[in-house]
Nanobody, 122 residues
């Protein structure tokens, strides 16, 4: 089970980025997928997740209305569309997978990809 997160970069406040989480070695649509982030000096926090069963999505309050998680089963990839980015969104973003229930708790995820850096600055 391998996950590859990509799509991070430098963006101005108010801008957008789309992160991708590509899976290899397993079929993503049988797994709950979560996006997490960790800023310097802070604990890792759950940002969004999508369930395997019915595609239900969940978001942290801090990103509701700005971020959208989606999956493309044909490409075995999950995306995190991030709009109206704020400086406080800057962090290393990680994707994670688990065959269990989708939550925003990192302890519920067993497989992790490497992070991708998101910098929001003018």
């Amino acid at each position: 089970v391998q996950l590859q997160a990509s799509g991070g970069g430098l963006v101005q406040p108010g801008g957008s980025l789309r992160l991708s989480c590509a899976a290899s070695g397993f079929t993503l649509d049988y797994y709950a997928i979560g996006w997490f982030r960790q800023a310097p000096g802070k604990e890792r926090e759950g940002v969004s997740c999508i369930s395997s069963s019915d595609g239900s999505t969940y978001y942290a309050d801090s990103v509701k209305g700005r971020f959208t998680i989606s999956r493309d089963n044909a490409k075995n990839t999950v995306y995190l569309q991030m709009n109206s980015l704020k400086p406080e969104d800057a962090a290393v973003y990680y994707c994670a997978a688990d065959p269990g229930v989708a939550t925003l708790n990192e302890l519920d995820f067993s497989s992790w990809g490497q992070g991708t850096q998101v910098t929001v600055s003018s």
